[in-house]
């Protein structure tokens, strides 16, 4: 500790609960004593990600241990004003909830709550107008519109091929100059492959 007095842990929600015993046996987070210091950078809402070894109990202890010495990060960098206003107002239904937003609420004690956050926002917009409009949400959810209960792999096979058309769709609307990012500088770049990614759940299966 002598040699490393100070040190930074990033993406800090991927720690599981035995590497948070070893940094904390190092650095005795809830002494905090003045001549060494931890830094924890993370983000709660992504250690509900059990497949990349986060653990969300973890969180809750090293939040505890920190107690008044919590700073957030109030502005977003990345992403569009449009993404970060849907992401808000989601979240913000969530936490209105009586256990809160991610379940942890019990009555005035809410030890991961939402904290809406301002964007600064990006120099182009998504436009998908193969949907007959100049601009397009920024958050969509779809519902599976059966009168009978699927099993769950009809929902996956059906989720499946619904994402596949989705991504053609897009890709051939993006060739027709229909679907793309318009900058404010007026420039325009239509979507490609790149701009595409799909997240599951599980591992992918290789099907025949």
């Given at each position: 500790?002598?040699?490393?007095?100070?040190?930074?842990?990033?993406?800090?929600?991927?720690?599981?609960?035995?590497?948070?015993?070893?940094?904390?046996?190092?650095?005795?987070?809830?002494?905090?004593?003045?001549?060494?210091?931890?830094?924890?950078?993370?983000?709660?809402?992504?250690?509900?990600?059990?497949?990349?070894g986060a653990d969300i109990h973890t969180y809750l202890r090293a939040r505890l241990d920190t107690a008044g010495r919590l700073e957030t990060l109030?502005?977003?960098?990345?992403?569009?004003?449009?993404?970060?206003?849907?992401?808000?107002?989601?979240?913000?239904?969530?936490?209105?909830?009586?256990?809160?937003?991610?379940?942890?609420?019990?009555?005035?004690?809410?030890?991961?709550?939402?904290?809406?956050?301002?964007?600064?926002?990006?120099?182009?917009?998504?436009?998908?107008?193969?949907?007959?409009?100049?601009?397009?949400?920024?958050?969509?959810?779809?519902?599976?519109?059966?009168?009978?209960?699927?099993?769950?792999?009809?929902?996956?096979?059906?989720?499946?091929?619904?994402?596949?058309?989705?991504?053609?769709?897009?890709?051939?609307?993006?060739?027709?100059n229909e679907a793309g990012f318009a900058r404010d500088d007026g420039l325009w770049r239509p979507v490609q492959p790149g701009d595409l990614a799909?997240?599951?759940?599980?591992?992918?299966?290789?099907?025949?």
């Amino acid at each position: 500790m002598r040699q490393f007095p100070v040190a930074l842990i990033d993406e800090f929600q991927d720690t599981d609960a035995l590497q948070y015993r070893i940094f904390d046996a190092v650095y005795r987070l809830r002494e905090n004593a003045g001549d060494t210091a931890l830094v924890l950078i993370g983000d709660p809402k992504q250690a509900i990600y059990g497949f990349r070894g986060a653990d969300i109990h973890t969180y809750l202890r090293a939040r505890l241990d920190t107690a008044g010495r919590l700073e957030t990060l109030g502005t977003n960098y990345r992403s569009s004003h449009a993404m970060v206003e849907a992401v808000n107002r989601l979240f913000a239904s969530g936490e209105a909830r009586e256990d809160g937003a991610f379940g942890f609420r019990q009555g005035d004690d809410n030890p991961v709550p939402f904290q809406p956050v301002q964007a600064r926002g990006r120099a182009e917009r998504w436009v998908d107008r193969s949907r007959g409009a100049n601009s397009a949400p920024a958050l969509v959810f779809w519902t599976l519109d059966t009168p009978d209960k699927p099993t769950v792999e009809a929902t996956r096979q059906r989720m499946a091929q619904d994402c596949a058309s989705e991504v053609v769709r897009l890709l051939r609307a993006g060739q027709a100059n229909e679907a793309g990012f318009a900058r404010d500088d007026g420039l325009w770049r239509p979507v490609q492959p790149g701009d595409l990614a799909v997240l599951v759940q599980g591992g992918l299966r290789r099907t025949r």
